[in-house]
């Protein structure tokens, strides 16, 4: 890889046997880093997202010097830069949420129309179950930072939750961040889901695995007091919603709209 490709990449955790998290600088968001998730056996890969195209050559030219074809692409779900980069591996299978069409409409037409978005190959719906070699995925309809946001736990062990948390750079927790289709209450009953895994070990699109359950804890139980306090607050304009010392405090600005 070219050094500049080599600086992009500041990252590489393997978490498992066969599987593993690239963290790629981002360019246009230097506070928060985006996060790929491979998954691969014999020879053969499925990633988890494939960041915008320049993070995605980033990861083609790694795996092709290791012989790793991409054979499969899950998306958990279809903002830029999660799915720009899908056309960089031309994979026989991509995987998204049933709920799709919004948001690919808005990559290729608003967002970032100079990029050529892929359309899924394989739509899912809430509870499906996914093979890739060894491994077993179970997808969960997440309907909470968009609506095709999934979730997706791996082996029982792992739980992938997309932007449904995020840490930044410094691992600073963020406020959450609702995109125009997002859900307050899909935010509460996808966190309740999280809260139900606290065993497992926590992987996030943009920010740091959390594996400590008292992190793990905190940071799910916040979130569910901020999303409980944005409902009070919606029914009732006495009621507070805290202050946190979290980041990207635009996002909670933002966060008001779906309020007024």
Not at 110 to 128: C, G, N, R, S
């Amino acid at each position: 890889m070219t050094k500049i490709k080599n600086e992009l990449l500041k990252n590489r955790i393997i978490l498992d046997e066969y599987i593993e998290q690239f963290v790629l600088k981002d360019f246009r968001n230097p506070d928060l880093d985006v996060n790929i998730t491979l998954l691969y056996f014999e020879g053969k890969a499925m990633l988890i997202d494939t960041g915008y195209l320049f993070q995605a050559e980033v990861i083609a030219d790694f795996l092709l010097e290791r012989e790793i074809e991409v054979t499969e692409v899950l998306l958990t779900h279809y903002h830029p830069d999660h799915s720009a980069g899908i056309s960089v591996f031309n994979p026989n299978k991509i995987y998204a949420s049933e709920h799709y069409q919004d948001n690919f409409k808005r990559c290729s037409e608003e967002w970032d129309p100079k990029t050529h978005y892929v359309k899924p190959t394989h739509l899912l719906k809430d509870q499906e179950t996914l093979f890739f070699g060894p491994h077993m995925l179970k997808i969960m309809d997440s309907k909470s930072h968009s609506i095709d946001s999934i979730m997706i736990e791996i082996n029982d062990q792992y739980l992938l939750v997309g932007d449904l948390i995020m840490r930044d750079i410094e691992h600073t927790t963020t406020y959450p961040y609702i995109s125009i289709d997002g859900d307050i209450q899909g935010y509460l009953h996808s966190l309740n889901l999280v809260q139900e895994r606290s065993q497992h070990i926590l992987l996030l699109s943009h920010g740091m695995p959390i594996s400590d359950q008292s992190l793990f804890k905190t940071v799910v139980d916040d979130y569910l007091l901020y999303f409980k306090s944005l409902e009070a607050f919606k029914a009732d304009r006495e009621k507070n919603i805290p202050q946190f010392d979290w980041s990207f405090e635009r996002w909670h600005n933002s966060n008001l709209r779906f309020l007024l």
